[in-house]
């Protein structure tokens, strides 16, 4: 096994090069850059945005602070200058069917003028109705009708009290009618001088009366008949001169909007409607007072010609990029909003209200999908508005019976309308797999990379977006060093030395902060210091954790040597992750080994502490312990494994290979050097595997070593596949510089043991034995007496072992 | 005070209610007059003798106005809808004289329209006589509110006034002064216009009274249209008014019908309150 040498202080850190950026500081720079290092996603998002066709809506995902919001943003607005604006809409009463509003299209900008115009025309219309009903014309023409029914009614009662006079009879008027009654000397007779009439005379006007009354009758009757033609002809009257009134009014509107027919039906809807009720707009001069009561009073007999302008677009603005925010589904579809009226819930066709959906016609919608499916009805909403290609405003008190009020069902309104859903992969996936709809429906997927490759010209771009994000935030101008701090910052967020990270967000907030401290150091550039500042800021304001934790390990409270070597001991490193705060802190890993039926018993995962990686990690080196050492004899170990003082969940196979380690010296009885912290995963093969955060754990040990005082042996063990990850501190990269601290990149257990023990790990001969001086000739051996034992056992009948639930008993 | 401007010292405008109501311009006239002069209005219900004895025959029954049902009625039936009656022409009274915050009274009386009401009216003042008679079955009871009470607007407040002439009956005597006096407060508080008929003997007569008329009226800032009359007949005069359309006519000749028949016709034809000059 070829010996581990540990790590130049260059291969810790890639820098860039200020000089090679080709500028002094960002002033410099005047092209905005955009967006870069996402080729996938914006061919996506191109063509997502270009493909006129029903269900390639977008769904554009990736982690957040990655600027897909701008890109897609940046996109569509390069269409939308290319487009034909949009139309308006408009919902007015549906004079038939007044709980079905009717919707209007017409071209852009014309809304607004309809509403005006209609407005106007009931304003002008308050005063025509009113004069036309007052002109001499139309008082002489109703009064002549008027005085013909009330001639025609005398005429008749005139005719039959001449008629019951002739013969002493007399028409005379009670509080509630007619009655007659005869005469005597032009008076009523009195009842004495009737009672002495001869029997024949009192028959005789008695016969009378009741011929009279029968007439009366038929008068009567004719006076309802009479008084309905009346009001007929005076109905007749008011329609010609209501329609003398409106009708110019209407025609100079006709003329206006010649060309839009459902504008001109409407038009033609409002005149009849005009005719028909026009004594609403002679009640509608009394009243005209402010406040609510006013407002209450006088506006419903007008409303009824109000335009409710519920998408208005200016002629000049192209198509509409809407972002719904809070995406609720009333937010999306609309609504239609009631007012209480007397204690009642009344609505009518102007308040309906528009949604996402209306604004966003003809144009482009971006929702937050993860808002998005957290608002009830929202999601199925928008689905079932994509599917059928319209926009039905429906009440959801009224569909899930929450109120029984009987609301309205306005005209649907034809949608075409490009949906941008912006959410993370998860997300993504589970709607893929579980709602078909969704496939369907958005066919198009943009997927944004974490993070890119770190090329020079990618450098070079990156140093133009903090040019750009500089000049858009109004911050001082970076100077080279400053950016080349940035680039190797996004590098080590990245996670990677050869890599980029993708969240401009987090630079755009770095930038501002380093700003920040620029200016409160007088300095009107932002210097690589600040930068550093900056960084060293954020780390500050999230670490609270971190530190009490260190502060535990050094003050003893959680056991971690930094010096000496222990059997079956070894400092592991664990990563934890609150927030965007990423750190590191070592862990003491135990094993102790003894008889047993050739299992490892992972501590962590008895108690369920463990999760399924790592114990997926654990039974890997099992199966490597079984296959290197008992090919040819029963495995007759058991082993036990702990994290020493962690009261957490244990995630991840990263320990894996410093678990093997600690077996080994366990098994092999070899101390392990506490002065090296181990991290990385091993195969059934041994080999070590890459892991993540490597710069983190490299740093978290580094700290504690430092706080105790660097005594030149200590060092950190990682996978040789990290070794080009590695962008650690200036400090670590310093004391490695100087020999006081050491990282160590290795490819096989066998190494990482002999860096560990400082004994030669052994290499099997052609029996697959190992040399007796060798870690791995000592743990054969060890496995090899415990088989003999066991087998010893065996043979002297020894009762078998007892079992508790499938599983070996730790001790026993 | 001038013998011309008498009127003011007119004691009561009386409007005469029976079981027919006298219609919405009659009480508009009686109103308007009260209001425009600042006088009482006293309402006056006659309940008709006739009616009385009517209801005491044995036979007699009554046709409805509204139903067009016949039923019997009888002394009682006949006492307690005059009453409801009574009460609500007082009510309607009191209301529309609240409303205009004018001095009113209403009193009951038994007998015979309209002598019953001239001999209510001693002394100067005003009599309105409507001109429902029957044309009640055509125009209704007492209107749903009184003048002045919603309407707010004057054309509104005296919508049968508004925009027809008061007519007036003009002969040079002090009644006929009172007269024009009264009619032309009443038009101008009705926002109307006045048309003289002149009762003259001859050209000359009509020109001069027509001259004098006029500076009166120039004093007042007001004018009117002056019609001679061919003689000073009832029918001429009810035809002059009727051509002229007059929403009222302030008669001031000695001769008022005292009977009922005559004064009915005399309505029929003129189709527009009576105000008589006591």
Redesign the interface.
């Known amino acids: 096994m070829a010996s581990v040498t540990g790590l130049k202080p260059e291969a810790l850190y890639r820098r860039c090069d200020p000089a090679r950026l080709g500028f002094e500081n960002t002033a410099e720079l005047s092209a905005a850059a955009q967006l870069f290092g996402q080729p996938r996603a914006t061919d996506s998002i191109e063509f997502g945005i270009g493909i006129e066709r029903a269900g390639f809506n977008l769904f554009v995902m990736g982690p957040a602070g990655t600027g897909k919001r701008t890109l897609v943003k940046d996109r569509i607005v390069r269409k939308a200058e290319r487009r034909a604006p949009c139309s308006d809409w408009v919902y007015v009463n549906n004079f038939s069917e007044p709980s079905r509003p009717a919707a209007i299209e017409l071209p852009a900008g014309r809304g607004a003028a309809l509403r005006n115009d209609m407005l106007q025309l009931v304003e002008e219309l308050r005063t025509a109705i009113p004069a036309v009903f ?1 002109s ?1 014309e139309y ?1 002489t023409r109703a ?1 002549q009708i008027e ?1 013909e ?2 001639e025609r ?2 005429k008749a ?2 005719e039959l ?1 001449e008629e019951a006079a002739r013969e002493r009879i ?10 007659f ?2 005469l005597k000397d ?6 004495e001088d ?1 009672a002495a009439l001869p029997e024949q005379e009192k028959k005789r006007i ?1 016969e009378r ?1 009741v011929a009279l ?1 029968s007439k ?2 038929n008068i ?2 004719g ?2 008949r009479w ?1 309905k033609e009346q009001r007929e002809r005076v109905k007749q009257l008011n329609r010609e001169m209501t329609l003398f009134a409106v009708g110019h009014h209407v025609a100079e509107l006709n003329e206006r909007y010649r060309g839009l027919p459902k504008v001109l039906s409407y038009l033609d809807a409002v005149q009849q409607d005009v005719i028909e009720n026009a004594e609403d707009f002679m009640r509608g001069r ?1 009243g005209q007072g402010g406040g609510p009561a006013a407002l209450s009073a006088e506006a419903p007999p007008f409303r009824r010609y109000h335009v409710n302008l519920m998408v208005d677009h200016d002629a000049g603005n192209g198509t509409p990029i809407v972002s719904e925010d809070h995406p609720t589904c009333q937010n999306l579809i609309g609504r239609v909003d009631h007012v209480s009226q007397f204690g009642a819930l009344v609505t009518d066709f102007t308040l309906v209200k528009p949604g996402a959906l209306h604004r966003a016609n003809g144009g482009h919608l971006l929702i937050d999908a993860y808002k998005l499916l957290t608002q009830p009805f929202a999601w199925e909403a928008l689905k079932r508005a994509l599917s059928t290609r319209q926009i039905r405003i429906e009440s959801l008190a009224e569909m899930y019976s929450l109120v029984s009020t009987v609301s309205l069902a306005p005209e649907p309104i034809p949608l075409d309308v490009k949906v941008v859903l912006f959410g993370d992969r998860l997300i993504y996936y589970l709607l893929h797999a579980y709602d078909p709809d969704f496939r369907e429906l958005f066919k198009v997927v943009a997927d944004f990379e974490e993070r890119f490759d770190r090329t020079p010209e990618n450098d070079s771009l990156l140093a133009q977006l903090v040019a750009t994000i500089a000049r858009e935030r109004k911050l001082a101008a970076f100077d080279c060093h400053a950016v080349a701090r940035v680039i190797e910052h996004s590098s080590r967020l990245a996670g990677d030395a050869r890599k980029l990270s993708a969240d401009i967000q987090a630079v755009s907030d770095l930038l501002c902060e380093a700003d920040h401290w620029a200016r409160e150091a007088g300095r009107d550039r932002v210097a690589a210091a600040d930068v550093e500042r900056a960084i060293g800021a954020q780390r500050r304001r999230a670490d609270r954790l971190r530190e009490r934790m260190h502060e535990a390990i050094l003050r003893g409270t959680v056991l971690i040597d930094t010096a000496g070597a222990r059997v079956g001991q070894i400092n592991g490193l664990s990563v934890l992750q609150l927030g965007e705060h990423l750190f590191a802190e070592p862990t003491r890993i135990t094993a102790t080994t003894r008889l047993g039926e050739g299992r490892v018993i992972d501590v962590q995962r008895e108690v369920e502490l463990g999760g399924a990686i790592h114990s997926k990690g654990v039974l890997i080196l099992s199966a490597f312990l079984a296959a290197r050492f008992s090919t040819k004899r029963p495995h007759a170990l058991s082993a036990s494994l702990v994290f020493e003082q962690t009261y957490g969940l244990v995630e991840g196979d990263s320990a894996s290979l410093a678990e093997l380690c600690a077996l080994l010296s366990s098994l092999a009885e070899a101390p392990i050097g506490q002065a090296l912290a181990v991290t990385g995963s091993v195969n059934q093969l041994g080999e070590v595997q890459a892991i993540g955060a490597v710069n983190e754990k490299i740093e978290g040990f580094f700290d504690i070593c430092s706080a105790r005082g660097l005594s030149g042996g200590q060092g950190v063990l990682i996978p040789a596949a990290n070794a080009q990850d590695l962008m650690l501190r200036s400090d670590v990269v310093a004391a490695v510089a100087e020999g006081r601290f050491h990282v160590y990149p290795v490819s096989h257990v066998d190494q990482a043991i002999e860096l560990l023990t400082g004994m030669p790990a052994g290499e099997p001969d052609a029996a697959g034995g190992f040399p007796p001086a060798t870690v791995n000739g000592r743990v054969a051996r060890r496995l090899r007496d415990l088989s003999a034992l066991r087998q010893q056992q065996q043979a002297a009948g020894a009762p078998p072992r007892r079992r508790g639930r499938g599983r070996d008993r730790a001790g026993s | 005070m001038s013998e011309r401007d008498a009127a003011d010292a007119a004691m009561r405008i009386v409007v005469a209610f ?3 109501p006298p219609g919405e311009a009659a009480l508009e006239t009686a109103i308007g007059l009260a209001a425009a002069l600042g006088i009482e209005l006293a309402g006056l219900f006659v309940e ?4 009385v ?2 209801a ?10 509204a139903s ?1 049902v ?1 039923r019997p ?1 009888g002394p009682a039936d ?1 006492e307690r ?2 009453r ?2 009574a009460e609500s022409s007082r009510k309607w009274l009191e209301s529309a004289a609240s409303a205009l915050n004018l001095r009113w009274s209403f009193e009951v009386v038994r007998g ?1 329209a309209p002598a019953a009401v001239l001999e209510y009216a001693i002394g100067p003042g005003f009599v309105v006589f409507g001109t429902a ?7 209704g009871a007492c209107p749903s509110a009184p003048p002045g009470v919603h309407r ?1 607007a004057r ?1 509104e407040r005296f919508r049968s006034l508004h ?1 027809r002439p008061i007519a007036v009956l003009f002969d040079g005597s002090e009644r006929a002064w009172r007269a024009l006096s009264a009619a032309h407060a009443l038009a101008a508080t009705a926002g109307t216009r006045l048309v003289l008929l002149v009762a003259a003997d001859g050209a000359g007569e009509f020109e001069r009274l027509r001259d004098e008329v006029r500076s009166w009226l120039v004093e007042r800032g007001a004018m009117a249209r002056f019609l001679r009359l061919r003689s000073r007949g009832a029918a001429d005069v009810v035809q002059a008014a009727k051509a002229e ?1 007059a929403a009222a006519l302030l008669w001031c000749g000695a001769a008022v019908p005292a ?1 009922r ?1 005559t004064l009915r016709a005399l309505l ?1 034809a003129l ?1 527009c309150p009576l105000v008589l000059i006591t």
């Open positions: 007052e001499d008082r009064g005085a029914f009330i009614h005398e009662f005139t009290g007399g028409l005379l008027r009670t509080p509630a009618g007619f009655t009654a005869p032009r008076e009523v007779i009195s009842s009737f008695e009366i009354q009366l009758e009567l009757r006076v309802v008084r009394e | 029976d079981a027919a008709d003798l006739d009616l004895r009517m005491e025959l044995p036979f007699t029954r009554e046709l409805g106005l067009v016949t009625i006949l809808a005059l409801l009656q015979r008679l029957y044309g009640s079955a055509a125009r707010r054309g925009l359309g009977d028949e029929a189709g």
